[in-house]
């Protein structure tokens, strides 16, 4: 399950990319629901899943908001936004990842010096690798990339939080079992 959550994962990120460049939501749209459907079927989905999905996009949708609307980054497909919300296609990257948390980035949170790093290098680069793309483009560059990168690790940290706190009840045919 591991490698088909990092695959579709990466699939929505290309999806999400590459159509927010070509003025597409459907493509991003079609992978985040074929990954929370393999989540669903191959996984036991717990109530902390859901919670670290929403979690993450309350966060997401503050963080890239406030750079969306700060003029810090111009998304090429503006029209996809809700105000005060970034663009839908970005909302539908942060319940991607998190709801991949548990099960393909499982590895950071049980190294937490590794996954802080690794947020602070790899979330800046995603946003440098969509603006190559032409998603995006990164206005203040340097303060934009610190913000993210600093952003990230606190978010990494919360959630990490969010994953390592009280038990777990799973979903099963819509019903919460413990």
Known sequence: MVWLN????????FASVLGAANGLLWPAAWCLVLLLAALFIYQDMTTKDLKIIVFSLIFGALLDGFMYHSGWLTYASPYFAVMPLPPIWILFLW??????????????IEKP???????AVGAPLSYVSAAKLGAVVINQFPQTMLLIGSAWVIYFLLVRMLV???????????????
């Open 6 to 13: 990092l695959i579709l994962l990466n699939l929505l990120w």
């Open 95 to 108: 319940v991607g990842f998190a709801a991949s948390i548990t099960t393909g980035m499982r590895w950071m």
């Open 113 to 119: 010096v590794l996954g802080a790093c690794f947020m």
């Open 164 to 178: 390592l706190s009280g038990r777990q009840e799973r979903i099963r045919n819509n019903v919460v079992v413990q």
